[in-house]
């Protein structure tokens, strides 16, 4: 007779809930954000035209969460995984070291400014995506820590030179040609400069705070 190994994937995956769930618990703003993304990527491709909901604008009709959600809403599966990576990252260091309210706010203030540039920009309503949020919480947490430092928000200069040169590289309209759909290149632009003006304050903050302590 021989013993067969005990069966370890029933053990791995039960590992695997448990860390999810550990991740949401301790990230609750940067888990409703994900999940709100995961529901965006169904109505974007599935839905069409996509539910006034999630359609940018609002204002003259006091629906005013609609110059929010846009961000929700994603394109294919590779534009909700690209941009639900980099929230988690970013997302997850920015709530660890100042809480949810923090990130809550700076999501709700960098959304409605990228998707107001985005407007703006293109005079069109047809866009979607978390993509601008990303680089505002990239320009946040860039400028704060080189002015507050902290090993939480440590971001390899590598990483950030990366993010920089794709905002970039997307400007030059490569993609729009050969994926055949628009890059919002006016939200990555807008939220990269209100976290970086994010930064810049909350920065400061951070500095007059550790000299006066």
């Known amino acids: 007779m021989s013993a067969e190994p005990p069966d370890s994937s029933g053990a791995e995956e ?37 539910p006034r909901l999630f359609v ?3 204002i003259a009709e006091a629906e005013l969460w609609r110059l929010v959600n846009p961000i929700f809403v994603h394109f294919g599966l590779m534009h909700f995984v690209f941009n639900g990576l980099w929230l988690s990252l970013l997302g997850g260091r920015i ?27 293109t005079g069109s309503v047809a866009f979607g995506g978390m993509s601008g949020v990303i680089y505002a919480l990239l320009g946040y947490i860039w400028i704060r820590n080189l002015l507050a430092p902290h090993p939480i928000l440590a971001l390899p200069k590598e990483l950030i030179g990366f993010m920089l040169f794709w905002l970039l590289f997307c400007m030059t309209g490569v993609l729009d040609f050969l994926l055949g759909v628009g890059i919002a290149n006016a939200a990555h632009f807008g939220g990269l400069i209100v976290g970086m003006l994010l930064g810049l304050i909350f920065g400061l903050v951070g500095t007059v705070r550790t000299r006066f302590k």
């Open 95 to 121: 709530e660890t070291l100042l809480g949810p309210v923090h990130l809550l706010l700076l999501v709700l203030v960098s959304a409605v400014i990228s998707n107001m540039a985005q407007f703006v920009w």
């Open 56 to 58: 940018f604008g609002g």
């Open 14 to 50: 039960s590992s695997a809930r448990s860390r999810w769930r550990t991740a949401a618990k301790q990230h609750p703003v940067t888990a409703l954000l994900f999940f709100g993304c995961l529901f965006g990527w169904f109505v974007g491709s599935f839905f069409y035209p996509i």
